[in-house]
């Protein structure tokens, strides 16, 4: 999901650029194909931002009318996708409009695991949250069985 910062509306990039690396999605749903820096369209493809506020009239915003500037850029190099650089939330597309199109939602979730719990410092997690007692909750992530099965 993108924003113009001119816009009023948060569309959906549509990736266009290819059809084969998918991320998240063991099935290989389209919804989570690689954005690459080349991806310029979104759905809906008319209007997708809304209103735009660098266009008035004596009755409001005009609608937009999408024209990008060029590439996607601050994209991730160390990763590309049929030579394609990758979007990130840091990536920026220049409209020709004037406004600066950035990513609200990018489909990417973290999560914590064992590693992060074990690793985590006992003290400074005490810290953080001095309600919870770490080290039991520590050996109840490690333990066999969270749940008891009969």
């Given at each position: 999901m993108?924003?113009?910062?001119?816009?009023?509306?948060?569309?959906?990039?549509?990736?266009?650029?290819?059809?084969?690396?998918y991320w998240n999605d063991a099935e290989g749903q389209a919804d989570y194909l690689a954005v690459t820096e080349d991806d310029l369209t979104f759905n809906p493809p008319a209007m997708p931002f809304g209103n735009c506020k660098l266009k008035t009239t004596s009755g409001g915003y005009?609608?937009?009318?999408?024209a990008?500037?060029?590439?996607?850029?601050?994209?991730?190099?160390?990763?590309?996708?049929?030579?394609?650089?990758?979007?990130?939330?840091?990536?920026?597309?220049?409209?020709a409009t004037g406004g600066k199109i950035t990513i609200l939602k990018h489909g990417q979730q973290s999560e914590a695991g064992k590693s992060h719990i074990?690793?985590?410092?006992?003290?400074?997690?005490?810290?953080?949250?001095?309600?919870?007692?770490?080290?039991?909750?520590?050996e109840?992530?490690?333990?066999?069985?969270?749940?008891?099965?009969?």
């Open positions: 993108a924003m113009c910062d001119k816009g009023a509306k948060f569309p959906n990039l549509k990736v266009t650029s290819h059809h084969k690396h005009l609608p937009c009318t999408y990008p500037a060029g590439k996607w850029t601050k994209t991730y190099e160390k990763v590309k996708v049929m030579g394609k650089s990758t979007v990130t939330e840091l990536s920026e597309l220049m409209c074990n690793n985590a410092s006992s003290d400074e997690m005490q810290i953080y949250n001095p309600i919870v007692d770490y080290d039991k909750f520590k109840e992530i490690n333990g066999e069985d969270l749940f008891e099965v009969e």
